[in-house]
């Protein structure tokens, strides 16, 4: 460590961390294991946090792509992510038994698709290509359905019937990115069709806010969340938006103590997908550099709970909770 690191305060982002479709789509895995016995299948990881896919290998899950990897008769969950039409139609017709982990927040956004879709309508998405959840609401249709990941993207899409056209999003942007490119589809297509409620969780949001809070009180920002993990991600984006250096750490160990030289007062978030024993791990490291005090500034409190599917819901959590020791 290098002599230029004085660091004094660690203040923590309110609130942070697991959201309740994690939390979710943790648990079922763990009952699944608990329940059946390893081992389990999830198709992709069941949310995007290296740790916690780590720790659920070492108990029997297995993380798959492809249905093909499945051996017949056994145990299947879908990632919290959500999956395509093609993929539960496989699903279903290799005969597994199926637990669906997609946030129920996601669900909503495939459950409108559909509907409308009955109704003649096509959509534009706003996301990533290539992230899973985009993939899955995407191909919820054959057809219909048009990505757009940026602003100039919209001039773009050629639809049939601008008054039969839908917008939907990816549940983990950025607020404002969302906010501008729809804009952009409003202006180019006037009679869109916008969700009733904003697709964008709840969660993503209160952690965005979170951080527009955070950022202007301190020297540099820490992000404890996966490379591949989109709302943490969007999280150091916006602290570099508003001015404040942001770096993302997937454990401990990641952080440099070149970030932290003259930035005396240090903010610390984490993504929807990092548990919380990685933030006490990172603040444990912070304190090794010099860190004295450490308190949470004040935010939102959440209390979001969802229900877990049918057939998983029958085993204590006191089981659950000695399979993960």
């Known amino acids: 460590m290098t002599d230029a690191v004085n660091l ?9 961390g697991f959201c309740a479709g994690v939390d979710r789509a943790i648990e079922i895995v763990e009952r699944a294991l608990v329940k059946f016995g390893a081992p389990i299948y999830v198709r992709h990881e069941i949310v995007h946090n290296t740790y916690v896919v780590n720790d659920l290998k070492s108990r029997g899950a297995i993380f798959i792509e492809d249905l093909a990897e499945v051996p017949p008769g056994a145990t299947l969950v879908f990632s919290a992510h959500g999956v395509s039409q093609e993929v539960r139609r496989e699903a279903a017709a290799r005969g597994f038994q199926v637990f669906d982990a997609t946030c129920p927040l996601v669900t909503k956004v495939h459950v409108e698709v559909a509907k409308l879709h009955r109704e003649g309508f096509e959509f534009i998405m706003i996301g990533h290509k290539g992230h899973p959840e985009v993939e899955g609401t995407m191909g919820q249709l054959s057809d219909g359905i048009y990505l757009v990941e940026e602003v100039q993207d919209v001039a773009q899409v050629q639809v049939k019937n601008p008054a039969k056209l839908a917008v939907v999003t990816q549940t983990t942007l950025s607020v404002d990115d969302a906010a501008e490119i729809l804009a952009e589809v409003k202006r180019v297509f006037p009679q869109v069709r916008e969700p009733k409620k904003q697709d964008i969780c709840y969660a993503t949001q209160n952690r965005q806010d979170a951080v527009k809070v955070l950022a202007p009180q301190v020297d540099v920002v820490i992000v404890v969340g996966s ?10 984006e916006l602290a570099e938006r508003l001015g404040t250096p942001g770096y993302m750490v997937d454990a401990a160990e990641d952080l440099q103590p070149a970030w932290l030289e003259g930035r005396p007062r240090v903010g610390l978030t984490a993504g929807a997908s990092a548990p919380d024993v990685l933030v006490q791990a990172v603040i444990e490291r912070l304190r090794e550099f010099g860190a004295t005090t450490v308190r949470s500034l004040p935010g939102v409190e959440e209390h979001v709970r969802f229900p877990l599917p049918f057939g998983l819901g029958d085993k204590s959590m006191a089981e659950v909770s000695a399979s993960r020791s």
């Open 8 to 16: 004094q305060e660690v203040l923590l982002a309110e609130p942070r």
């Open 227 to 236: 490379p591949t993990s989109s709302n943490s991600n969007r999280l150091r």
